[in-house]
Nanobody
Framework: VQLQASGGGLVQAGGSLRLSCAAS????????VGWFRQAPGKEREFVAG????????SYADSVKGRFTISRDNVEKMVYLQMNSLKPEDTAVYYC???????????????WGQGTLVTVSS
C-alpha cells in the first residue's frame, strides 16, 4: 500500500481543514488507517483511526468532538475533517496503514509523506 497525504495549510484558530490520504494498491480495503501528527520537538502521536469498513473509529482525547475521520474504499481515500482548530493542533500530519488499528506509530508498516498544518492564534 502506498499513501499520499495532502490538504495541509495555514488556518486561523477556530477554522477548518480537511486532510486527504490517497492510497494505491489492490488490498487497501483490508487495511486500517490512522492519522498521526508530529509537532516540532515532540514525538509522533495518534490522532484518529478508522477500521477496514469504516464502522469503527477512534480518536485521541485532544481531538474528540472536533475531528472526524472517514474513508471511501472505492476511491481509496481516507479523510480527516478538522474543525475548531487550535494553535496546539499545529504539526505535520501523516496517514498510515496497517492490518490492525492501533494508536502506536511503530505498529504501522505503511506511511505517507506528511502534510503541514499551521494554526495561527
Amino acid at each position: 500500500v502506498q499513501l499520499q497525504a495532502s490538504g495541509g495549510g495555514l488556518v486561523q484558530a477556530g477554522g477548518s481543514l480537511r486532510l486527504s490520504c490517497a492510497a494505491s494498491g489492490r488490498t487497501f480495503g483490508s487495511y486500517a488507517v490512522g492519522w498521526f501528527r508530529q509537532a516540532p520537538g515532540k514525538e509522533r502521536e495518534f490522532v484518529a483511526g478508522i477500521w477496514v469498513r469504516g464502522g469503527t473509529t477512534s480518536y485521541a482525547d485532544s481531538v474528540k468532538g472536533r475531528f472526524t475521520i472517514s474513508r471511501d474504499n472505492v476511491e481509496k481515500m481516507v479523510y480527516l475533517q478538522m474543525n475548531s482548530l487550535k494553535p496546539e493542533d499545529t504539526a505535520v500530519y501523516y496517514c498510515a496503514a496497517d492490518l490492525i488499528m492501533t494508536t502506536r506509530p511503530s505498529s504501522y508498516d505503511f506511511w505517507g509523506q506528511g502534510t503541514l498544518v499551521t494554526v495561527s492564534s
